[in-house]
T-cell receptor, first 108, second 116 residues
């Protein structure tokens, strides 16, 4: 079992829809959770981090964390074509581990 | 100016050559990392350093070595490059917050390496 698992996608959503990206992790001691966006050939850039159970909202983005289920998600509301990218989930227990990423395609 | 810089940005080399990738940061972070990224495999940690005197192997350190010359500089070397080391290499920095929790990692722009 991989330490951090994401569906590779691609996830295709129409413009204006909600995109839901999911991530599960194996280390129950994990304390911090991150979502990065990466455009092709570019470096990952942070979208959000979350430390506590529940939801955290920042603009069109909402991160959701459920430690009991070892599950973290990212919702993107009003998806735009510019949101098309690979989204990386990263989980920190005793070290930071990245998932392989989910490709998101927003179709106009 | 960028907070995390990497040189070179692109490099083509031949099998057996020694190559060094350099990373510098102005964020004042103690922690620095080297990753490689291959299609479908995500980011894999090569080496990391929590301060100048602390160097640790990541999950794929074989064939690589590092040097932490100063808080702001962390170099990655391929002693004898081989074609399966062709990849996109990223340097990153981070720090701990006041409660000791790992903070965000900030990435450099990447070095695209091709080994022929």
């Amino acid at each position: 079992q991989k330490e951090v698992e994401q569906n590779s996608g691609p996830l295709s959503v129409p413009e204006g829809a909600i995109a839901s990206l999911n991530c599960t992790y194996s280390d129950r001691g994990s304390q911090s959770f991150f979502w990065y966006r990466q455009y092709s050939g570019k470096s990952p850039e942070l979208i959000m981090f979350i430390y506590s159970n529940g939801d955290k909202e920042d603009g069109r983005f909402t991160a959701q964390l459920n430690k009991a289920s070892q599950y973290v998600s990212l919702l993107i509301r009003d998806s735009q074509p510019s949101d098309s990218a690979t989204y990386l989930c990263a989980v920190n227990g005793n070290k930071l581990v990245f998932g392989a990423g989910t490709i998101l395609r927003v179709k106009s | 100016d960028a907070d995390v810089t990497q040189t070179p940005r692109n490099r083509i080399t031949k099998t057996g050559k020694r190559i060094m990738l350099e990373c510098s940061q102005t964020k004042g972070h103690d922690r620095m990392y080297w990753y490689r990224q291959d299609p479908g495999l995500g980011l894999r940690l090569i080496y990391y350093s929590f301060d100048v005197k602390d160097i640790n192997k990541g999950e794929i350190s074989d064939g690589y070595s590092v040097s932490r010359q100063a808080q702001a500089k962390f170099s990655l070397s391929l002693e004898s490059a081989i074609p399966n080391q062709t990849a996109l290499y990223f340097c990153a920095t981070s720090d701990l917050n006041d409660t000791g929790i790992q903070e965000t990692q900030y990435f450099g722009p990447g070095t695209r390496l091709l080994v022929l």
